[in-house]
């Protein structure tokens, strides 16, 4: 099995986790193997590399990129869930955690996965190819569910428009593929809008995300990730979208303030100290070379925290 995808903000992020060759480093989302081979070539015999992913083919596709390494292991697990992982391995601390938020090439470039709107295939969108899918979304839930999401998770102010269209189409028969819905977007949207720019994006955005559980899983992941490293240990994360890019910016923040006692107050009560250091302060984007070469990395960022 071929598995397609170019490793965004590859060098920048191996840099950002200041790789020490003896560390112990996790890659929540291993995909094919890019960033995983980067560290795991870093690192000398004591050193070691766990790679994790809820996708059964990036599993097979990390696997065979990561074959030579005796000490990088790949885990089919959701990133959410590193602590377990690292409970199940013995490992109490970890030197660098990197994530890559998102759905990957493969899973966009794979018609019958059904994220793209650009092929016609079955609604599907699970990255885990377990679960709820986005036939079951877009089939099962209520109106005012469907506007709540794509408003939310999408940002998409036809949001109502949309979801009215899809309970109109569905009342006769089921929405069975990408380019049904695709087609309803379509006609839900000024035309204003389509000469624009493909309408379809942030709804599917939006019913992958819900499919996927992907904020949830952020939320738990980004606070189970901080708290394995070690002092001094790097937590690296690409996003691709402004929702989980303030998810992650916000999280960051939380972590490096300090006192949050009022302002009129003599002295700290609170005992709050600081649990990190944002290791660049902007985020980091790609650059002209790596968006010629990749014109999806446009939209990704990169974020970097490091334990107090």
């Known amino acids: 099995m071929e598995f397609s995808h170019v490793s965004v903000l590859l060098n920048e992020s191996i840099d950002g986790l200041a790789i020490k060759p003896d560390g112990i480093y996790v890659d929540c989302t291993a995909g094919g193997g890019g960033h995983s081979f980067e560290i795991a070539r870093r690192l000398?015999?004591?050193?070691?590399?766990?790679?994790?992913?809820?996708?059964?083919?990036?599993?097979?596709?990390?696997?065979?990129?990561?074959?030579?390494?005796?000490?990088?292991?790949?885990?089919?697990?959701?990133y959410s869930e590193i602590r377990s992982v690292l409970d199940i391995l013995n490992?109490?601390?970890?030197?660098?955690?990197?994530?890559?938020?998102?759905?990957?090439s493969h899973q966009l470039d794979t018609p019958d996965r059904g994220f793209s709107y650009h092929y016609d295939a079955p609604l599907d969108m699970r990255m885990s190819q377990e679960g709820t899918s986005a036939y079951d979304i877009v089939n099962n839930w209520s109106e005012e569910q469907l506007a709540k999401?794509?408003?939310?998770?999408?940002?998409?102010?036809?949001?109502?428009?949309?979801?009215?269209?899809?309970?109109?189409?569905?009342?006769?028969?089921?929405?069975?593929?990408?380019?049904?819905?695709?087609?309803?977007?379509?006609?839900?949207?000024?035309?204003?809008?389509?000469?624009?720019?493909?309408?379809?994006?942030?709804?599917?955005?939006?019913?992958?995300?819900?499919?996927?559980?992907?904020?949830?899983?952020?939320?738990?992941?980004?606070?189970?990730?901080?708290?394995?490293?070690?002092?001094?240990?790097?937590?690296?994360?690409?996003?691709?979208?402004?929702?989980?890019?303030?998810?992650?910016?916000?999280?960051?923040a939380s972590l490096c303030k300090g006192c949050i006692c009022p302002p009129d107050f003599p002295q700290c009560v609170c005992g709050r100290t600081p649990q990190g250091r944002l290791v660049n302060k902007k985020p980091i984007e790609a650059s002209l070379n790596e968006l010629e070469q990749n014109n999806r990395s446009r939209s990704a960022k990169l974020r970097i925290i490091e334990r107090r």
């Open 91 to 104: 490992i109490d601390f970890v030197d660098g955690v990197l994530m890559d938020l998102g759905v990957s």
């Open 44 to 78: 000398d015999e004591n050193g070691r590399l766990i790679s994790l992913d809820c996708d059964p083919d990036a599993i097979i596709a990390a696997s065979e990129k990561l074959k030579k390494f005796k000490n990088a292991q790949v885990i089919r697990s959701n």
């Open 149 to 252: 999401i794509i408003f939310e998770y999408g940002e998409e102010k036809f949001s109502r428009k949309i979801a009215k269209n899809i309970l109109l189409e569905r009342q006769d028969n089921p929405i069975k593929t990408t380019l049904e819905l695709a087609e309803i977007v379509k006609k839900s949207v000024p035309a204003a809008v389509k000469r624009e720019k493909n309408p379809c994006k942030k709804t599917f955005q939006a019913i992958r995300i819900a499919v996927n559980g992907e904020f949830d899983h952020l939320s738990d992941g980004l606070d189970a990730a901080f708290e394995s490293l070690k002092p001094g240990g790097r937590l690296a994360v690409i996003t691709f979208h402004s929702l989980e890019d303030r998810i992650v910016k916000q999280r960051f």
